[in-house]
């Protein structure tokens, strides 16, 4: 009985030790080959893994080096893409918030000059004075306003996307389309632009061949009524300065609220159009000195380097789009005949410009010049 009972037991508590000792072992067994497994698998896919890389890192170099007309530019351009990317999408944004700055400050001083200034002017200065103050600041606003609206809601030009037989130069890598002579890609745009000249954020436009004529107005109408309200505004400015100063003295003098207005008002007036009369200016008689040249701000840094190496060959450059000074400026603002001074560039003018932007009438050249 006892040992029946001690079998019954020891089978029962023995086979329950080997049971749970051999469910152990199953268990670490399988475990363990669990373990093997995963090793020579993580040791057949490390090695694809790097291999992988490997060939993804060759391709990467390959296509930066793709041929023999590739340089470091190129690869410089493909290394700072992602910089370049932000800038753009930055630039694309802060085109809306540089529009809505013009916008509001020109409206600022267009509103100070009616309230402060024109008010000084019609109880101080002669009659002939004032004629001449409502005729010029109106006839500059005027045209202010046009160039800036035309400059920003005109479409530069863009080269066609279906299959033509215009005369290109190239292909642009980006749009993959053919490109036509002084056509430029425009990463922010993301398109290519006939004549480019630049992008410009103040206009959250490009600026390119159908609004070239636009921008430059525009840049000189804000610089001429810039000009015209800092010297029209000087002697009050001044005057508005010295009260300000007097106020700091011990009895400061009385102003009532509306003189303080008026006088921080023409300060800040004279301080803005001053300000912008230097910097615009500048900008005006640069893009005047590049309109002589029969250059776009694009083509001014392509012509230099031309200019360079073919000087060291003992070459001459000369751009092939030079028709002479006055000739320049007359294909730049459309003038076919001397009224057209009048009617196209001292009044506002929606004509189209000289050429179509895709192909360019070229005068001969000379037997010792070369040409890009
Ligand atoms: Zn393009
Ligand atoms: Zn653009």
Redesign the pocket.
Known sequence: MNNSVENLYGTRFGGGMRSWRWHLSRVMRLFLRWFRLCLRRGRRKRPNRVRDLWSYGTVLMKSLYYNVQTNSDTVLDCVFEPVYWLVDNMTRWFGVVFVSLVITLTSSIVIIVYLCVLPIIFSTYPVHWILWHLCYGHWNLLMLVYHYYKATTTCPGSPPQEKSDIPTVTI????I?P?PART???SIC???ILKMDHHCPWLNNCVGHFNHRYFFSFCLFMTMGCVYCSISAKDMFLDAYNAIESSYQTPPPSFTREERMLQKSLVYLWVLTSSVSVALGSLTLWHAVLISRAETSVERHINHRERTRLKLRGKMFRNPYYHGVLNNWRRFFGVEKRSDWLTRVLLPSAHLPHEDGLTWDCPAYRSNTVVI
């Open positions: 642009c890598k980006k749009c389309v490109k430029h890609h425009c993301n398109r290519c």
